[in-house]
Every structure is written in C-alpha cells, then in structure tokens.
C-alpha cells in the first residue's frame, strides 16, 4: 500500500510558477514510476509528468520545457515546478504511482492516487 498526499496547488497569475509536492508514505517508494496527472471540468483526466525510479522522466507535449517533475528518494516526495503557467493549465492535479514499466500515460494503469490539488492560473 502507498498512500500519496498532495500539497502547493493555488491560484497564480498567468506566467507565473508553482511548485507541487507529492509525499509517498511506503516502505517500497524507490520501485514505483511516479507521475503527476491533472483534470480540468469536463474533460478527462490527462497525463502531464512521469519519473521512473532511475529518474527517467516523461512529459506531455503541451507542459515540456515548462514543467519538471523531480522525486526525492531519502524523503519519499516527488516534485513539480511548473513555470510560464498558462490559463490552460488550470485543473485539479493528482500525484499518482504504479509498480508498470509500460504506458506510463494511461491512467488505468496506476494503482495509488492522492487526493488532488487545485491549481488556478488567472489571465
């Protein structure tokens, strides 16, 4: 079992940054790809990040270059600096983990989820 914790959402003005945290309470965090997802109303849950254990990371093309996801293995956090946000950006953010190697963007494929963070960005 990992339970996951969200913190840092808010609201900011459009290029500004904000910093996510996700903290992973579990003995086996090291092993687990973790990713950072997020769902705006009315539309489903996308993809944004990804890190594996040896600290390859993923990304969805509209976040690249401005977003990125980081983890912390001594303190079982995985991290998001997002910078030049963008109204578009606005959404509920999950930190979420999976134990699969493979199709790091499906969300069906993570079997922990944390409770979400809102993140507001203002035009």
């Known amino acids: 079992q990992v339970q996951l914790v969200e913190s840092g959402g808010g609201l900011v003005q459009a290029g500004g940054s904000l910093r996510l945290s996700c903290a992973a309470d579990g003995r086996t965090f090291s092993r687990y790809v973790m990713s950072w997802f997020r769902q705006a109303p009315g539309q489903e849950r996308e993809f944004v990040a990804g890190?594996?254990?040896?600290?390859?990371?993923l990304y969805a093309d509209s976040v690249k270059g401005r977003f990125t996801i980081s983890r912390d293995s001594a303190k079982n956090t995985v991290n998001l600096q997002m910078n030049s946000l963008k109204p578009e950006d606005t959404a509920i953010y999950y930190c979420?983990?999976?134990?699969?190697?493979?199709?790091?963007?499906?969300?069906?494929?993570?079997?922990?989820w944390g409770q979400g963070t809102q993140v507001t960005v203002s035009s």
């Open positions: 890190i594996n254990w040896s600290g390859y990371t």
């Open positions: 979420a983990a999976t134990l699969s190697p493979m199709n790091w963007k499906l969300s069906t494929h993570y079997n922990y």
